[in-house]
């Protein structure tokens, strides 16, 4: 007798934990932690909303009509990303200058992946499709859950909350033009975007190895801003991971010992 599933390929493990998770019922406090997500995930896509009306504004000024900016928004997504190419079509520079500065600021999302990859387990398109919200805040609010569910939870919830409100933010300010800057301006609301991120890495701080990493990545970006082009302070601070493995278990630098 001939087996049907013998050309079936295997499960990979964060399949196999995946599905039984999903087959379990959801317990109360699955649903109190899906409850929270969903309100972080709401209130950072709030938060960065008025960046999406700069980014209307911007593409105002650079002679971009309202359905240009929002197809800019909708199809590339990347926020700072989005910042770089504009502000270069804005200087009347080449438009391989502003995919080159995109594409320094884009290089993130490279990593992005590779720690998302086993959260986001489908079909080719599915993976495509998450692939789109493939943001910081999605990331941050995704990679916030040790459990496969809920991190895929957290960052399709987030992603999503960030693509709909940034696009209707992109529309509205450059629909709305100098007037949407002025008011971004007057309420400070360029410190937004830095707050939502701070509340969402300080209880990470809590453990003394990714403080190590948090102060090294910071002291290169430090460095590398008056002296690396856009972009590449962010793509260096990630070397930081690598003094980790060099980190005691209490937190600190191993030291060592004249014999």
Known sequence: MVDENADQPAPSDAEAHQAAAAARCPTAADETQRRTTRRQAISIGVAVSPFGVAFGVTCAKAGLTWLQAAGFSSLVFTGGTQFAAVGVLAEHGAAAAAITAGLLLAIRSLAYGVVMAPALQGRWWKRALWSHVMIDEAMAVGTAHDDLVLRRYGY????????????????????????????????????????????????????PVQRWVAAGGAAISIVAVPIAPAGMPIILAGLAVGISPFIGRRGRLPTTTSR
């Open 156 to 207: 399709l919830w987030a992603g999503g909350s960030v693509f709909v409100l940034w696009n209707l933010a992109t529309v509205a300010g450059a629909v709305l033009g100098n007037a949407s800057e002025v008011w971004i301006s007057r309420l400070g609301v360029d410190g937004t975007i830095p707050a939502s991120f701070l509340a969402l890495v300080w209880n990470r701080l809590q453990d």
